[in-house]
């Protein structure tokens, strides 16, 4: 029996969200009907709603979060009704050219519910990242549900599920970040502060934080950095190298997505050194530089894709590490919400107000 449940769609570019009544179909072969118990708001979300990411509205906006498997299609063995989960965009395929050389996190054909959730009418929503979390209910791939130990809140274990994950992933999984290293960390946003904790639990001795907003700086400073840079008021690469002996940071982390900033990524690194872009460019933006530093400066210009994870490999174990108190993914929640108050929490994450606002429902 298909379910009806209250969810938050965009339905048109640029247009506020709306609250609507969804039908959730009963699973079919290869998905999982997952009761959400709380739901991030990403910067995706906002990219979806203002027709940024494609133009198939509606969307069912959502897309980080944990829940409890309600029903599973007939043939899915490796879950059972009432696990808790983390809800990924990563279920991989095991067959693609990426599986097959044993590089799963980069696979190119990841799953998603063959069957589409609609609005009453029969309009076929587009769930956001094939996930649609902002609902009582959503329908998924049984490889999108990722076990994790249930004694991590819902709030807190759901940010994994997309911009914690990016961020630490980004240092950890992308940049290699590990123990002796010396990091940067260009914008200080919840995927950045995740890059930022990452490059602390790896063990870096250095870790620069550069943003234009002191706010971000002072939860930047509590993650780990060691050194803060306002890049409004000091230039952003003098101040990496001189908090790096001179030379510059062996892994720069780029959280922002702008050319300007990614520019500051290049020459802010040691000789050899990486950086990771990690923020999401938009399609207008090009960069202009000397091909001459690309050879003469070495090492390795790399992007990271939700930040190189196995949802797996990554879910359990970074799930555990907070739970020793290892991990502060408690501190990126700035304030759990109910799910009318998406179109406000749009509104403070424009104006840089918080980290993470997460929407929380009755269990
Ligand atoms: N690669 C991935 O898989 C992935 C996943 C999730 C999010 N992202 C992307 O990561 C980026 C960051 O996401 P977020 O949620 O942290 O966003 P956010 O808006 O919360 O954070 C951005 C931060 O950058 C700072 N900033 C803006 N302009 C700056 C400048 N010129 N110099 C220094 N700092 C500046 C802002 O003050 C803010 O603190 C976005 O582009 C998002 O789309 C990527
Ligand atoms: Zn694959
Ligand atoms: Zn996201």
Same mark, same amino acid.
């Given at each position: 029996?298909?379910?009806?449940?209250?969810?938050?769609?965009?339905?048109?570019?640029?247009?506020?969200?709306?609250?609507?009544?969804?039908?959730?179909?009963?699973?079919?072969?290869?998905?999982?009907?997952?009761?959400?118990?709380?739901?991030?708001?990403?910067?995706?979300? !906002? $990219?979806?709603?203002?027709?940024?990411?494609?133009?198939?509205? +509606?969307?069912?906006?959502?897309?980080?979060?944990?829940?409890?498997?309600?029903?599973?299609?007939?043939?899915?063995?490796?879950?059972?009704?009432?696990?808790?989960?983390?809800?990924?965009?990563?279920?991989?395929?095991?067959?693609?050219?990426?599986?097959?050389?044993?590089?799963?996190?980069?696979?190119?054909?990841?799953? #998603?519910?063959?069957?589409?959730?609609?609005?009453?009418?029969?309009?076929? /929503?587009?769930?956001?990242?094939?996930?649609?979390?902002? =609902?009582?209910?959503?329908?998924?791939?049984?490889?999108?549900?990722?076990?994790?130990?249930?004694?991590? +809140?819902?709030?807190?274990?759901?940010? !994994?599920?997309?911009?914690?994950?990016?961020? /630490?992933?980004?240092? &950890? #999984?992308?940049?290699?970040?590990?123990?002796?290293?010396?990091?940067?960390? &260009?914008?200080?946003?919840?995927?950045?502060?995740? =890059?930022?904790?990452?490059?602390?639990?790896?063990?870096?001795?250095?870790?620069?934080?550069?943003?234009?907003?002191?706010?971000?700086?002072?939860?930047?400073? $509590?993650?780990?950095?060691?050194?803060?840079? #306002?890049?409004?008021?000091?230039?952003?690469?003098?101040?990496?190298?001189? =908090? @790096?002996?001179?030379?510059?940071?062996?892994?720069?982390?780029?959280?922002?997505?702008?050319?300007? @900033?990614?520019?500051?990524?290049?020459?802010?690194?040691? !000789?050899?050194?990486?950086?990771?872009?990690?923020?999401? +460019?938009?399609?207008?933006?090009? !960069?202009?530089?000397?091909?001459?530093?690309?050879?003469?400066?070495?090492?390795?210009?790399?992007?990271?894709?939700?930040?190189?994870?196995? +949802?797996?490999?990554?879910?359990?174990?970074?799930?555990?590490?907070?739970?020793?108190?290892?991990?502060?993914?408690?501190?990126?929640?700035?304030?759990?919400?109910?799910?009318?108050?998406?179109?406000? =929490?749009?509104?403070?994450?424009?104006?840089?107000?918080?980290?993470?606002?997460?929407?929380?429902?009755?269990?």
């Amino acid at each position: 029996m298909s379910v009806q449940v209250q969810g938050v769609v965009a339905r048109s570019k640029g247009a506020p969200v709306s609250l609507e009544t969804i039908v959730v179909p009963d699973p079919g072969p290869g998905e999982a009907r997952v009761r959400v118990l709380a739901c991030g708001v990403c910067h995706t979300d !906002l $990219h979806y709603r203002e027709g940024g990411i494609n133009d198939e509205f +509606p969307f069912l906006l959502g897309h980080e979060a944990a829940g409890i498997v309600e029903s599973l299609g007939p043939d899915v063995t490796d879950l059972a009704v009432g696990d808790y989960v983390i809800l990924n965009w990563r279920a991989v395929c095991g067959t693609c050219r990426a599986c097959l050389r044993g590089r799963p996190w980069y696979c190119f054909s990841t799953h #998603n519910a063959t069957q589409r959730m609609t609005l009453l009418d029969g309009t076929e /929503l587009s769930p956001a990242l094939g996930i649609g979390a902002f =609902a009582d209910m959503t329908l998924v791939a049984s490889g999108q549900c990722t076990k994790v130990d249930p004694a991590a +809140p819902p709030e807190v274990a759901g940010l !994994l599920g997309c911009g914690v994950m990016a961020g /630490l992933g980004a240092a &950890i #999984n992308t940049g290699g970040v590990t123990r002796g290293d010396t990091v940067a960390v &260009i914008g200080c946003g919840g995927v950045g502060d995740a =890059a930022i904790a990452g490059a602390r639990l790896a063990g870096a001795r250095t870790i620069v934080a550069v943003d234009i907003d002191d706010r971000k700086l002072e939860k930047a400073a $509590h993650f780990g950095a060691t050194h803060t840079v #306002n890049s409004r008021r000091t230039d952003a690469v003098e101040a990496i190298r001189e =908090a @790096t002996g001179g030379f510059g940071a062996d892994v720069v982390i780029e959280a922002i997505g702008r050319p300007e @900033t990614y520019e500051q990524a290049f020459f802010a690194r040691d !000789l050899a050194g990486t950086v990771v872009l990690v923020g999401v +460019p938009t399609p207008d933006m090009t !960069l202009e530089m000397p091909l001459l530093e690309f050879f003469g400066r070495g090492g390795a210009l790399k992007s990271s894709w939700y930040g190189d994870c196995l +949802p797996s490999r990554d879910f359990p174990m970074l799930i555990d590490l907070y739970l020793q108190g290892r991990l502060p993914l408690q501190d990126f929640v700035s304030e759990t919400i109910g799910i009318a108050d998406v179109e406000a =929490a749009f509104e403070k994450m424009h104006h840089g107000e918080v980290l993470r606002s997460v929407v929380v429902f009755d269990a």
